[in-house]
């Protein structure tokens, strides 16, 4: 029994040295200094639990390019160690017994918290943008496409 407990866990220390040292970079694009522009998105809010984005983003921006416990202690700095959920306990989609609030207003609109019609989303142009450049947009949401122009930039 113990010889076969022993035989496993240096199976998984051997299995784990050995992931451990594989590349990491298998799965990422190949970009260069002249690659190409390329249209970016992500879905807005994605926890859906919080009511506002700037709650999201305060996450967000608090996590960009460190480890959780530092994120944790930079959040524990700007809100003086009171805790950086006090703000934000009241602008989420339950209410303080942890019943879902159905429908949530999430960014000033009403929506089924469970079952979303729609899901925001930002889009961006990435890559060596030329200056001044106009972009026409267009998006099909079902109900037909709408168009929009801006600056390339925005």
Not at 30 to 59: C, K, M, P, Y
Request: charged letters at 25%.
């Amino acid at each position: 029994m113990v010889r076969t407990r022993l035989r496993c866990i240096i199976a998984c220390v051997l299995l784990a040295g050995a992931l451990a040292a594989l590349p990491t970079q298998w799965a990422q694009a190949q970009t260069g200094r002249d690659a190409a522009l390329q249209i970016s998105w992500e879905v807005r809010n994605r926890f859906r639990l919080f009511r506002e984005e700037r709650d999201f983003l305060l996450h967000v921006e608090s996590a960009r390019d460190r480890s959780i416990l530092a994120s944790e202690q930079g959040l524990e700095l700007q809100s003086d160690g009171r805790g950086w959920a006090r703000n934000m306990v009241n602008r989420l989609c339950i209410d303080l017994s942890g019943r879902v609030n159905e429908p949530c207003t999430r960014d000033n609109v009403k929506e089924s918290y469970l079952t979303p019609i729609d899901h925001p989303i930002t889009v961006r142009l990435t890559g060596a943008v030329p200056v001044g450049a106009i972009c026409t947009w267009s998006f099909d949401d079902g109900d037909g496409a709408q168009q929009s122009t801006f600056d390339c930039a925005e």
